[in-house]
């Protein structure tokens, strides 16, 4: 249990994969827009109690982040503070990229996620069903 976090009330390791496209897959992400967009996805986890354990651009036109986070902390909250927050700061100091996406977006509207940890599903359903 070595590799586990504390919380007040619960130890934990829960991180995730997360995947996301800019709008209509337009390769906005390039140069000092990608340099810029991993700075703020560092300091929108700082800010917001969650850790940024990985993320890049790839293609220009797709984003993959690795976090981790408190189990009382949900997916779906943690994507939105991530694209929300990134697209208000990117397109403010890149107004060009507001031109290249017409109609105020970012991001695309949907996500993937995967889990991730140190212990395959097999491992704990091994442990779960050992008698």
């Known amino acids: 249990m070595i590799d586990l976090e504390k ?4 130890a934990f390791q829960a991180n995730y994969h997360l995947i996301w496209a800019t709008k209509y897959r337009r390769k906005v992400l390039l140069g000092s827009v990608e340099v810029r967009l991993l ?7 700082a800010n917001h109690g ?3 354990l990985a993320a890049r651009v790839h293609n220009g036109d ?3 982040v ?3 986070a408190q189990p009382k902390v949900c997916i ?3 994507v939105c503070l991530l694209k929300c927050n990134s697209a208000k700061v990117l397109f403010e100091e890149f107004p060009l990229i507001r031109k290249q996406l ?3 977006h970012l991001w695309s509207e949907g996500y993937a996620v995967r889990t991730a940890g140190i212990v395959t599903s097999a491992k704990i ?4 069903n050992r008698s």
């Open 102 to 104: 017409w109609g105020g």
């Open 7 to 10: 919380a007040r009330t619960c």
């Open 76 to 78: 779906p909250d943690i």
């Open 62 to 64: 797709h984003l993959h």
């Open 125 to 128: 359903e091994e442990y779960i």
């Open 39 to 45: 700075e703020v996805l560092k300091m929108i986890a």
């Open 50 to 52: 969650f850790k940024l």
């Open 66 to 68: 690795f976090v981790s």
